[in-house]
């Protein structure tokens, strides 16, 4: 085979990566258009944990001349982003399917749907349960002479790094499925090693969360939960040789 044969292989790949990252390029723009116009009101609904337990007269703060007008774009385009994550998921499920076996394929989709819906049950389970009970605790400490005023591009940060820890945190069945279908693990190897995750688990609450103990025990409970549920799903799943029609697909 000459060079320049091996080489046409390798050229279609980049350009069928190429079309697909523009295709979840565009997605992303998209969507992100289609949301602009309600950007302050995007804003107003992700701040409303903090604004209702505010103190009497207090409000959140602009300490930027143009943090009003950014702040809200940014968190509509990280909105789109997380709007069109199945999209996007499949985009890398469709440019890596051809080189799957049969079996790897059909599994692939069922994970590209739970992993998408955990992401976003994470973010919800943070933003219903975990919002109230902090800002709850962060808004009653009260220190002399010290007024409380958040800045709204801080407090985006803030919420944003708490959605993406819990959105990551709830994959933890899908990673669990993940090494066990491919022969990294076992259930078994898994459950006898229960007391080392359920420490890990609070100390990955304890470095992704805020320094309170109820934010980081609110992170490493369904960590411990979600990897019972991981290791409970794992059992049907083992490492498979990939058979001889497997082969020919």
Request: proline share 6%; net charge neutral; hydrophobic share 55%.
């Amino acid at each position: 085979m000459s060079s320049v044969e091996q080489t046409q292989p390798l050229i279609r790949h980049l350009l069928e990566l190429r079309d697909r990252l523009l295709r979840c390029i565009v997605a992303v723009i998209v969507v992100f258009f289609g949301l602009v116009y309600f950007a302050s009101h995007i804003y107003e609904f992700v701040a409303r944990p903090l604004v209702e337990r505010l103190p009497a007269g207090a409000t959140m703060i602009a300490t930027d001349v143009a943090s009003p007008f950014f702040t809200p774009l940014k968190l509509t385009l990280i909105v789109a982003l997380f709007v069109t994550v199945p999209y996007l998921l499949y985009q890398i499920w469709a440019f890596v399917a051809p080189g799957l076996y049969k079996h790897e394929r059909k599994l692939v989709m069922p994970l590209i749907v739970s992993s998408s819906i955990l992401f976003y049950c994470g973010v919800g389970f943070a933003y219903f349960v975990v919002f109230p009970l902090i800002f709850s605790f962060f808004t009653a400490i009260s220190l002399g002479g010290v007024a409380f005023a958040t800045d709204i591009a801080s407090y985006l940060d803030f919420v944003l790094a708490l959605f993406l820890a819990f959105g990551i945190a709830f994959e933890v069945p899908v990673a669990i499925m993940l090494l066990c279908w491919t022969g990294a693990t076992t259930p078994k190897a898994l459950r006898q090693k229960r007391p080392y995750i359920i420490v890990g688990a609070f100390v990955v609450g304890m470095v992704l969360t805020p320094p309170d103990i109820i934010s980081q025990t609110l992170l490493a409970i369904p960590i411990c939960l979600l990897f019972e549920v991981g290791v409970f799903c794992a059992r049907f799943y083992s490492k498979k040789q990939p058979e001889k029609e497997d082969l020919d697909a």
